[in-house]
């Protein structure tokens, strides 16, 4: 699966919307990007999923670029309860497999 | 019905011993996850139970690591002589298919002492 990467930390202000950046640089034609998240001392939670589409659900929206190199996670109203550790995660529409890197802690300040 | 469950939530032992870690997927999921999560770290995949069957242990570090699904449901992670660089997170995920979204569990913390 291609690699990703994303910065280690950002803040966000209660209310306003968090933007989240993943590049995938090497993603291939069949692999989608999932999105995870932890909340601390919890199990990874899934978020939402696209292959070529944004994708929207009752938790985020989902924006993948045209050339598919890059994607943002959008979190349109945080709160403090969304303060985790996200994941951006490439897998093939195959592979069982998750493969997860450091993510970005995201901090929500009142 | 309810989560991935594990159980124990908290494993505190003396290096050199044996330990199992439980955990109960979803209902009706064919598919389960081992992962093992230091601190700091991501998630690292250990294997992959389709069914009772093992399809993939590759991440299991080494012949001290052991795991089995044997009716296909409840899964046990065996660890033998433990080490100190044991000591992590174990993570439990279950899905109904193998490609579909995973659900993890709220993991088990092993403390080898």
């Known amino acids: 699966d291609a690699k990703t990467t994303q910065p280690p930390s950002m803040d966000c202000a209660e209310g306003r919307a968090a933007n989240l950046p993943c590049n995938h640089s090497t993603i291939s034609g ?3 990007v999932y999105w995870y998240r932890q909340i601390h001392s919890q199990g990874p939670q899934y978020i939402i999923h696209g292959l070529k589409n944004n994708e929207t659900n009752e938790m985020a929206s989902l924006i993948i670029t045209e050339d598919r190199k890059s994607s943002t996670l959008i979190l349109p109203h945080a709160t403090l309860r969304d303060t985790a550790v996200y994941y951006c995660i490439v897998r093939g529409g195959s592979n069982y497999k998750l493969t997860f890197g450091k993510g970005t802690l995201l901090t929500v300040n009142p | 019905g309810a ?3 594990q159980t124990p939530s908290n ?7 044996y330990v199992e870690l439980r955990c109960d997927p979803i209902s009706g999921h064919t598919a389960l996850y ?3 999560q ?3 770290q991501g998630p690292e995949f250990l294997i992959y139970f389709q069914g009772t069957g093992a399809a993939d242990d590759s991440g299991l570090p080494n012949d001290r690591f052991f795991a089995v699904r044997p ?3 409840v899964s046990t992670l065996k660890i033998q002589r433990t080490e100190r660089g044991d000591s992590a997170v174990y993570l439990c995920a279950s ?3 193998s490609g579909d979204e995973q659900f993890f569990g709220p993991g088990t913390r092993l403390t080898v002492l």
């Open chain 2, 11 to 17: 494993k505190v032992t003396e290096k050199g011993k």
């Open chain 2, 34 to 36: 081992w992962y093992r």
């Open chain 2, 95 to 97: 899905s109904q298919g």
């Open chain 2, 71 to 73: 009716e296909g449901s």
């Open chain 2, 38 to 40: 230091s601190l700091g």
């Open chain 2, 3 to 5: 989560g991935v469950s």
């Open chain 1, 30 to 32: 069949n692999e989608y």
